[in-house]
T-cell receptor, first 111, second 110 residues
Framework: EDQVTQSPEALRLQEGESSSLNCSYTVSGLRGLFWYRQDPGKGPEFLFT???AGEEKEKERLKATLTKKESFLHITAPKPEDSATYLCAVQAAGTASKLTFGTGTRLQVTL | NAGVTQTPKFQVLKTGQSMTLQCAQD?????MSWYRQDPGMGLRLIHYSVGAGITDQGEVPNGYNVSRSTTEDFPLRLLSAAPSQTSVYFC?????????FGSGTQLSVL
């Protein structure tokens, strides 16, 4: 069974204090690993898709990396507007786009 | 381009009542799906469709029905609501890059 574990559950950073969120996964043949951002009362917003170990994607202050067992979402010099819950999901090969989600990391960035 | 549109945003039902959650997308995506989100749990797949006329069950299908008569619409039906169906429901559609979500329906069953 596919599994996704995210850590930490919650993270509080000061503005400018860089850190990383972790997503560990087990899947029978990775077809894609996805990162989403979710604000309170909103639907998940797509950030990145990673397909193979060694791949990296960047968007503003966010950088996602992938190994064979985990993915990291690095946040460089975060701002208060980066506060949100970050979700990780995996898709196994041959699963018709079914994603398995982790429970998320709740990030709070303070001034 | 509105993306994925869900209605209603909020709904309160009594146990045993039925209702339909509406979902429409204007991106011409073949794949659409319904997820529910509960505190402390990841998003869980209820039903999905890979095209008009084709639907299949996800991880937690019991108590829910779906149909797909057009590419644009994918309604989710609760035939006899139960308190265990209190949740936030998200509809999503997918292209070859990622899954894109609607803004959700918060459902309470009393």
């Amino acid at each position: 069974e596919d599994q996704v574990t995210q850590s930490p559950e919650a993270l509080r950073l000061q503005e400018g204090e860089s850190s990383s969120l972790n997503c560990s996964y087990t899947v029978s043949g990775l077809r894609g690993l996805f990162w989403y951002r979710q604000d309170p009362g909103k639907g998940p917003e797509f950030l990145f898709t990673l397909y193979s170990a060694g791949e990296e994607k960047e968007k503003e202050r966010l950088k996602a990396t992938l190994t064979k067992k985990e993915s990291f979402l690095h946040i460089t010099a975060p701002k208060p507007e980066d506060s949100a819950t970050y979700l990780c999901a995996v898709q196994a090969a041959g699963t018709a786009s079914k994603l398995t989600f982790g429970t998320g990391t709740r990030l709070q960035v303070t001034l | 381009n509105a993306g994925v549109t869900q209605t209603p945003k909020f709904q309160v039902l009594k146990t045993g009542q039925s209702m339909t959650l509406q979902c429409a997308q204007d991106m011409n995506h073949e794949y659409m799906s319904w997820y529910r989100q509960d505190p402390g749990m990841g998003l869980r797949l209820i039903h999905y469709s890979v095209g008009a006329g084709i639907t299949d069950q996800g991880e937690v299908p019991n108590g829910y029905n779906v149909s797909r008569s057009t590419t644009e619409d994918f309604p989710l039906r609760l035939l006899s609501a139960a308190p265990s169906q209190t949740s936030v429901y998200f509809c999503a559609s997918r292209n070859d890059r990622a899954l894109f979500f609607g803004s959700g329906t918060q459902l309470s069953v009393l």
